[in-house]
């Protein structure tokens, strides 16, 4: 299974408790479970995911289901919660 990197910004990174971390996951859905599944406070965190936008390797995720995105070895996935003003 491919070894990816989560990011996380802003209230998302808050949230996690972490800046970034690596996970293995072959779709979007996959890292996403993985990144629940490391929190202590699981909720707090999927509120911030569900509000989320996502970037995989610099393409906007935004529109297709997460499972249906791929993610090859070595993929950077940015969590982008909503940010003020935008």
Do not use: C, H
Not at 21 to 34: F, W
Not at 67 to 83: H, K, R
């Amino acid at each position: 299974m491919p070894m990816v990197t989560m990011r996380y910004w802003a209230a998302a990174k808050q949230a996690a408790g972490v800046a970034e971390e690596t996970l293995s996951a072959a779709t979007l859905a996959e890292a996403l479970a993985a990144a629940v599944a490391n929190r202590a406070a699981p909720a707090d965190f999927q509120t911030v995911l569900a509000r989320s936008s996502f970037l995989v390797n610099g393409e906007q995720a935004r529109g297709r289901a997460a499972e249906t995105v791929p993610l090859p070895e070595g993929a950077v996935i940015e969590v982008l919660p909503p940010f003020a003003g935008g």
